[in-house]
């Protein structure tokens, strides 16, 4: 009898170590069963998924996937958190934006949970003029207030610090960050004649009188914004950081002051390993950049939930897409999260969408403990080695920028632009196929659902770097149906041709039933095709039953007055059938071309 030991754990010590090699032995042999003849590390291949910048996703990490040694919480490379205590003291500071002034707004939210104030003020925001009233009866040495004020940031700058003086704030207890970006107004505007000397000006007074308050916002949400990989993101923001770093230590701060006035930002999307990988990789990116300035230290960080992620219709799955990221957010060690709400697309929140996105947060560090515990991914085989991956693959695209002259000037040749719109472009294709899909929009979309309507937000600078999101393709297609529904009384509609039992059509039927929505277009079951008011029709069933029944169905619906009749299936050789629809099919370009025949405008 064998004797277990004390802590009772080794119940498997009798059997041999499983080795990587059997594994993949196995892998092989499922995959042989599916008419895939692998072996090896081939098989490994079949299952891993390709992401953006070149990386992979492999099924199986190990102890062999090698990664640099993270080091220790607060301490360089950073890469496992910027303070040695993470977020355990309180949890992250939850940062709620606000775009127009309204007084009662911001002190809910900061009676409700909100620890620190976003205000966009100048274009795109509410005027310098009342940044006052806004912060009437704010605590503003226990809130911490950060500006986005673009070209305004100097009269807001110097409104914000009248309000401290004039409310008695002491100078030491002053937090938050008086926003100046000139990159980054430049990449959303386009506009180039960015004055940095008055920056230099603020930097210089915060590093002086106000040691909790920051000048500049490395903000990379543009270059997200417009389509770009979470590399190009990190490569943005480090050659942003460094061009900042360079006119602040030209304009006579020290290396050690610069950097102190440096805030970066950075996109938090449901792609919760991707989030948690790429804040890590920044710390440690930026690490680098200040160990070779000669100023050792940690990067401060502000994730956003991501607005190209936030759908217009069922916009209710954005609770879920937001939660997601707010806990890679957290998990990636961000100092501050910002959780956009719910009808963020759709114009200015409401009172119970504000009250969701910073009761997000709440519930993750409250509810879910996950802030008691510093980098709770550190040791994850997967992370470690996506961290690393994503850090030399952002690295790469900070260089690229560096060796065309720098930020600035890769802005204004259109190189970032370029490669921006590269990295969308494949990636639309894959919302096209629905190889990504959208909840809610490209995937189970409910066509009896009313937009939800909001008062329109203030209108972002235009120029620059265009603001892409995930749901535009079927969101166009979607307006197309709405238009005609508005202007007939009915969508646009296709018959849908059940053959044979319900085990034979049903899964065919729920997929073609789903494709066909997405476009707005209704589909039909019941009855007949003369019946269904379409004029088109669309066989679902299994391929056995198409072989006996597809030729003969396809000329009676054709005889019935169907133009157009698709088969819900790999493409095949079944007479009178004029198009397929099938798991990878573009999607977009089928639905289109399906509402023009149909005289959709």
């Not at 996937?65 to 355990?88: C, I, K, Q, W």
């Not at 006119?247 to 805030?263: D, P, Y």
Request: net charge negative.
């Amino acid at each position: 009898m064998t004797v277990l030991p004390d802590d009772g754990l080794s119940l498997a010590a009798e059997f041999p170590d499983a080795t990587h090699e059997q594994w993949q032995r196995l892998v092989a042999g499922v995959l042989r069963k599916s008419g895939k003849e692998v072996s090896d590390d081939a098989a490994e291949d079949a299952l891993s998924t390709t992401l953006e910048d070149g990386l992979r996703a492999r099924p199986l990490y190990s102890a062999l996937d090698s990664a640099p040694d993270p080091g220790l919480p607060g301490f360089a490379p950073f890469t496992r958190g910027g303070r040695a205590e993470g977020n355990t003291l309180g949890g992250w500071d939850v940062r709620q934006r606000h775009t127009v002034a309204d007084n009662g707004a911001v002190l809910a939210d900061l009676e409700n949970g909100v620890a620190s104030l976003w205000l966009a003020v100048g274009a795109g925001g509410f005027p310098v003029s009342s940044l006052g009233p806004v912060l009437d009866g704010v605590y503003l040495d226990l809130a911490p207030v950060v500006l986005e004020a673009g070209r305004e940031v100097e009269p807001a700058a110097r409104e914000l610090l009248r309000l401290y003086e004039e409310r008695g704030v002491a100078r030491d207890a002053a937090r938050g960050n008086l926003g100046a970006d000139p990159l980054g107004h430049e990449a959303r505007t386009g506009d180039d004649g960015f004055d940095f000397a008055p920056v230099a000006a603020l930097a210089r007074r915060c590093a002086e009188e106000y040691p909790g308050l920051r000048a500049l916002t490395v903000d990379a949400l543009p270059y997200h914004e417009a389509g770009g990989s979470a590399a190009q993101e990190l490569g943005s923001s480090l050659a942003t950081g460094v061009a900042y770093l360079r006119e602040l230590t030209g304009a006579g701060l020290s290396v050690e002051q610069a950097a102190a006035q440096l805030e970066f930002r950075y996109a938090a999307t449901a792609d919760q390993f991707l989030t948690i990988a790429k804040l890590r990789a920044a710390r440690r990116l930026w690490a680098r950049v200040a160990e070779v300035c000669g100023a050792p230290g940690g990067q401060v960080q502000h994730a956003v939930t991501s607005p190209v992620m936030m759908s217009r219709r069922d916009p209710w799955v954005n609770m879920l897409r937001a939660t997601v990221a707010t806990l890679a957010a957290g998990v990636g060690g961000a100092e501050s999260v910002t959780v956009l709400p719910f009808d963020h697309a759709l114009g200015l929140p409401d009172a119970f969408a504000r009250r969701i996105a910073r009761n997000t947060s709440t519930i993750l560090v409250e509810e879910s403990h996950l802030a008691r515990v510093i980098d709770p991914a550190g040791g994850s085989w997967y992370v470690e080695r996506l961290t690393d991956e994503l850090a030399h693959a952002g690295w790469e695209f900070f260089q690229r920028i560096e060796q065309q002259g720098g930020q600035a000037a890769a802005l204004r040749s259109g190189r970032i632009g370029e490669d921006l719109a590269a990295t969308w472009a494949t990636r639309s294709a894959k919302l096209a196929k629905r190889r990504e899909p959208v909840t809610g929009v490209s995937e189970f979309p409910n066509l009896a659902e009313r937009l939800v309507e909001r008062e329109p937000a203030p209108a972002p600078p235009p120029g620059g770097l265009p603001r892409v999101r995930r749901d535009e393709a079927y969101e166009n297609l979607r307006a197309r149906s709405d238009a005609h529904l508005a202007a007939t009384g009915t969508r646009p509609r296709i018959f849908l041709a059940a053959l044979g039992p319900a085990a034979a059509h049903t899964a065919r039927l729920t997929f073609a039933s789903n494709l066909f929505q997405a476009g707005g277009i209704e589909p039909v079951t019941d009855g007949t095709f003369e019946d269904s008011g379409a004029t088109e029709a669309c066989l679902c069933s299994s391929d056995a039953l198409y072989e006996e029944q597809a030729a003969e169905v396809t000329a009676s619906l054709k005889s019935a007055g169907a133009a157009q009749v698709f088969l819900a299936g790999r493409p095949g050789q079944y007479s009178g059938v004029d198009a397929y629809v099938f798991a990878g099919c573009d999607a977009v370009a089928v639905l289109s071309a399906t509402l023009d025949r149909m005289g959709v405008s």
